[in-house]
Structures are given as C-alpha cells and as structure tokens.
C-alpha cells in the first residue's frame, strides 16, 4: 500500500532554535499534503494546506511566519517550526493525498507516522 | 458542539467481544474516514467510505447519510485491536483533498 514517511520520528530541540519536519509519499506522488498538530489526549487539529508548487493555506489561528511549509515536489512536504518554544512540544502528523486514477472514483488520504517535537 | 462526535468516550471489552463504535456529524459531507491510532502516535487509515458498508477483516464500517451516522464494527475483537479509533469526516466535494474535521477518538482497551 501506499506509504507516507515523516523524519526526524522525535526531535528535542533547545528553546529558539528551528526545526524542520519532512513529510515524504515514497510511492505515490501527491499534490496536497496536509500537516497536523495533536496535544496529549486530544484529536488532531488541522495546521494548513500544502499545495506543490503554491503557497500553503493556514487555518485560523496557526502563525505562517511561525509554521514555514513548503511543498518544493510531489512527494515532499516540509515543515519549519520557527523559533521554537516549550508550547510548541506536540506531535506532529502530515498525510498525502494519493489522487484517484481514471478506474477509481475517490482519492485517498495517508498518514505519515508522526514527529514528536519537544522544545527545553 | 462539535461537527463530528463519537461514543462512546472510553471502551474497555474482553477478548472475542463484538464492539461497536458511533460516529455522528453535523455537516454536509463527501467521505467519511475511519482512522486506528496505536499509543506511539501512528495513525492508519482504516476505511473511506461516502455509502453503503465496507468490511476489511474483522472491521465493517457502515454509513447511514440520511441519519448522518457511521458505525465501526470490530468482530471477534483482540487485545491487538486496543487503540485510538477516529472518526473523520471531508467536508464538500472533492473527495480526500478536502480538509479533514475530526471527532475526539475512541479510547478502545481490549482485555485478554
């Protein structure tokens, strides 16, 4: 099946430095990338939307100066947290769209394993 | 009130018991998902499905879109099944490229 890797799997990072994730579709090419941040007990929040070739969408309330995506080819995905502090420790998940060819009606979404920040 | 909730909460079951977990929205919908997240963080995308019913081994999932209701279905289910279950639901049209609105998980614990 289709996979969907992320490195580093857990990064500790001193408060200020920066960080970068990578969401990686080794198998599939995929021009929608979506990263996701999960607190402790909590279900996923939807971060923003990459988009190969374009600039990401930000939900509400997520910084874009803060959480630098870029999406340089189709199978990958980064994410910068920048000037990392203690409140940004989470886990982090991307997911792949894998785009539906002519025989199938749907697309399907991947999930990466997940990068679990934590910043001193 | 969320867009998507689930029950129950937490589930605890002995081994072989058949379980059920409920996934109920709010909102127009093209898909709904049904997601396993082991302790550990990795999540695994169990079905998608916009009708009817689907079964993969001992899972079955069912929609109703009318009610706007989902079940998952573990039969037989094993200690190995103990995990987050989630419900997530795309909203619109356009299939898996929509965003996804999830629901707060079902802590499931099944006991040897």
């Known amino acids: 099946g289709a996979v969907v890797s992320q490195h580093p799997s857990r990064v500790i990072c001193k408060s200020g430095t920066s960080v970068k994730i990578e969401c990686r579709s080794l198998?599939?090419?995929?021009?929608?990338m979506f990263w996701y941040r999960q607190f402790p007990k909590k279900s996923l929040m939807l971060m923003a939307t990459s988009n190969e070739g374009s600039k990401a969408t930000y939900e509400q309330g997520v910084e874009k100066d803060k959480f630098l995506i870029n999406h340089a080819s189709l199978t990958l995905s980064t994410l910068t947290v920048t000037s990392a502090h203690p409140e940004d420790s989470s886990f982090y998940i991307c997911s792949a769209v894998r785009l539906a060819g002519k025989q199938k009606i749907t697309d399907t979404q991947y999930f990466g394993p997940g990068t679990r920040l934590t910043v001193l | 009130k969320n867009e998507v909730e689930q029950s129950p909460q937490n589930l605890t079951a002995q081994e072989g018991e058949f379980i059920t977990i409920n996934c109920s929205y709010s909102v127009g919908i093209s898909a709904l998902h049904w997601l396993q997240q082991h302790p550990g963080g990795g999540i695994v995308s169990l079905f998608m499905?916009?009708?009817g019913k689907k079964k993969h081994g001992r899972l079955i999932a069912t929609i109703n879109i009318q009610e706007k209701h989902s079940s998952l279905h573990i039969t037989a289910s094993h200690p190995r099944d103990s995990a987050v279950y989630i419900c997530?639901?795309?909203?619109?049209?356009?299939?898996?490229?929509?965003?996804?609105?999830f629901g707060t998980g079902t802590l499931l614990a099944v006991q040897p």
């Open positions: 198998d599939f090419q995929a021009t929608t």
């Open positions: 499905l916009s009708s």
């Open positions: 997530a639901v795309s909203s619109g049209w356009g299939g898996a490229t929509n965003k996804l609105i």
